[in-house]
T-cell receptor
């Protein structure tokens, strides 16, 4: 069965500093990987995805993520954090081989707090 | 482009009552998902449709939950009878067909069962 692990419940970072939100995954085939952000009382908003090709993927609001196949990781990064980046971040995976009926499986989320 | 529409936004019911949620996906999106998000957890897939057919309902508690997608557009998720542990946010999402496509989410319905 496919799964996603987000090892940190909460990440705190000072405004202007770089941020990293960690994600590791497990699938039987090749992964399709996604990051979403959730603001209070809102649905999930798509940030970026890795399908194939360049391991560094750029997305919305200055976020990027690095795919590392050997470490089965897909960490979310931003060079300079903003207070407005404070939110809940979810990593998700889908098995490209069709195992799991192409189900999109989410991690439990990481709360990012950017301190002014 | 209009996003995924869900209603109602909030619902409070007593245990053993029934409740229904409605979702209108983005136009042209053949795939529709219903997720359950319990406070402090990530979304869990309940059911996935492609057009009006069910692709995956392996995690749907079928003794009390049901969902339909008539005509391959709007969808309704029903709970009957509700239990206290059904208190959660119910998220609807839609996407184009294809495993490499991202899902777009509605704002969700927050259900409280008392």
């Amino acid at each position: 069965a496919q799964s996603v692990a987000q090892p940190e419940d909460q990440v705190n970072v000072a405004e202007g500093n770089p941020l990293t939100v960690k994600c590791t995954y497990s699938v039987s085939g090749n992964p399709y990987l996604f990051w979403y952000v959730q603001y209070p009382n809102r649905g999930l908003q798509f940030l970026l995805k890795y399908i194939t090709g360049d391991n560094l993927v750029k997305g919305s609001y200055g976020f990027e993520a690095e795919f590392n196949k050997s470490q089965t990781s897909f960490h979310l990064k931003k060079p300079s954090a903003l207070v407005s980046d404070s939110a809940l971040y979810f990593c998700a995976v889908r098995d490209s081989s069709g195992a799991g009926s192409y189900q999109l499986t989410f991690g439990k989320g990481t709360k990012l707090s950017v301190i002014p | 482009e209009a996003g995924v529409a869900q209603s109602p936004r909030y619902k409070i019911i007593e245990k053993r009552q029934s409740v229904a949620f409605w979702c209108n996906p983005i136009s042209g999106h053949a795939t529709l998902y219903w997720y359950q998000q319990i406070l402090g957890q990530g979304p869990k897939l309940l059911i996935q449709f492609q057009n009006n057919g069910v692709v995956d309902d392996s995690q749907l508690p079928k003794d009390r939950f049901s969902a339909e997608r008539l005509k391959g557009v709007d969808s309704t998720l029903k709970i009957q009878p509700a239990k206290l542990e059904d208190s959660a946010v119910y998220l609807c999402a839609s996407s184009l067909v294809g495993s490499n496509t991202e899902a777009f989410f509605g704002q969700g319905t927050r259900l409280t069962v008392v």
